[in-house]
T-cell receptor, first 111, second 114 residues
Framework: RKEVEQDPGPFNVPEGATVAFNCTYS??????FFWYRQDCRKEPKLLMS?????NEDGRFTAQLNRASQYISLLIRDSKLSDSATYLC????????????WGAGTKLIIKP | NAGVTQTPKFQVLKTGQSMTLQCAQD?????MYWYRQDPGMGLRLIYY???????DKGEVPNGYNVSRLNKREFSLRLESAAPSQTSVYFC?????????????FGNGTRLTVT
């Protein structure tokens, strides 16, 4: 089993819709979680950190479910500019700083 | 403010050739990293440098060497390129080696080894 798993998609979603996708992780000792966004043929950029209590940044909501070992990203009122690949990133444990990256979920917002 | 600058953007090598990928950051970050990204896989850490003067192996260091030339610059060298090293390479930096420091990436280098 991969340490971090994501549905590769693509998720084809009409503009204005709400879309959500999950990321599962295998190491129960993982401490920190992040979502990065990567546009086609560009570098990854931090979208948001994921806190235990969940957090929201505008149209984006991230949640953590430690019991089931997954994090989620919800995008409301999707825009064409949200089209990208969303990368889930997990830390392996308390003392290991090498981030574990998912392969990403591709999102395509259609007009 | 350029952020993280990588050169070259594209490179084609023949098997056995060598090359150095250059990376520089102007954000006064302490930590720097080299990743590779392959289709269908997450980014994999090749080497990292927690601070000037230190380097450590990541998940996939074989076939690579690095140099932290100074606080700004962190280069990646392929001594004898192999087709398995065909990939997109990203340099990144962060304020420090901790979870609260987001990574800032360069634009990437697309390397093809024939």
């Amino acid at each position: 089993r991969k340490e971090v798993e994501q549905d590769p998609g693509p998720f084809n979603v009409p503009e204005g819709a709400t879309v959500a996708f999950n990321c599962t992780y295998s190491n129960s000792a993982s401490q920190s979680f992040f979502w990065y966004r990567q546009d086609c043929r560009k570098e990854p950029k931090l979208l948001m950190s994921v806190y235990s209590s969940g957090n929201e940044d505008g149209r984006f909501t991230a949640q953590l479910n430690r019991a089931s070992q997954y994090i989620s990203l919800l995008i409301r009122d999707s825009k064409l500019s949200d089209s990208a690949t969303y990368l889930c990133v997990v830390t392996p444990g308390a003392s290991n700083y090498q981030l574990i990256w998912g392969a990403g979920t591709k999102l395509i917002i259609k007009p | 403010n350029a952020g993280v600058t990588q050169t070259p953007k594209f490179q084609v090598l023949k098997t056995g050739q060598s090359m150095t990928l250059q990376c520089a950051q102007d954000m006064n970050h302490n930590s720097m990293y080299w990743y590779r990204q392959d289709p269908g896989m997450g980014l994999r850490l090749i080497y990292y440098s927690a601070s000037e003067g230190t380097t450590d192996k990541g998940e996939v260091p074989n076939g690579y060497n690095v140099s932290r030339l100074n606080k700004r610059e962190f280069s990646l060298r392929l001594e004898s390129a192999a087709p398995s090293q065909t990939s997109v390479y990203f340099c990144a930096s962060s304020v420090a080696l901790n979870y609260n420091s987001p990574l800032h990436f360069g634009n990437g280098t697309r390397l093809t080894v024939t």
